[in-house]
């Protein structure tokens, strides 16, 4: 079993930025991929941001060079840097784990992912 436990979040002018993080515990020895997603009220979850075992990244359309994803494996950490934050990213951003160890693998729709943390929320005020 894994866990997952983001912070970081809180509240931000725009353009401002943040750092979340994920600590991750349990047995860690067939994760692959780790990622970022986030959920608004009334919106679908959405993925932000994933990186696979070997640093292989994906982001989101939205993102624009803003933000950046990290992980470190011998700390059991990902990381989420948010740059340049607008309104519109105000959700509540999940981290997320998938159990499937292959190096490469990125994947981008949620149902790929087995863990889940319980959320931080990120506000922006206009």
């Known amino acids: 079993q894994v866990q997952l436990l983001e912070s970081g979040g809180g509240t931000v002018q725009t353009g401002g930025s943040l750092r979340l993080s994920c600590a991750a515990s349990?047995?860690?020895?067939?994760?692959?991929?780790m990622a970022w997603f986030r959920q608004a009220p009334g919106n679908q979850r959405e993925l932000v941001a994933a990186i696979s075992r070997q640093g292989l990244r994906q982001y989101a359309a939205f993102v624009k060079g803003r933000f950046a994803i990290s992980r470190d494996d011998d700390k059991k950490m990902v990381y989420l840097q948010m740059n340049s934050l607008q309104p519109e990213d105000t959700s509540l951003y999940y981290c997320?784990?998938?159990?499937?160890?292959?190096?490469?693998?990125?994947?981008?729709?949620?149902?790929?992912?087995?863990?889940w943390g319980q959320g931080t929320q990120v506000t922006v005020a206009s």
């Open positions: 349990g047995n860690l020895v067939g994760i692959g991929a």
């Open positions: 997320a784990a998938d159990a499937q160890a292959i190096l490469s693998n990125v994947p981008t729709t949620s149902g790929s992912y087995e863990y």
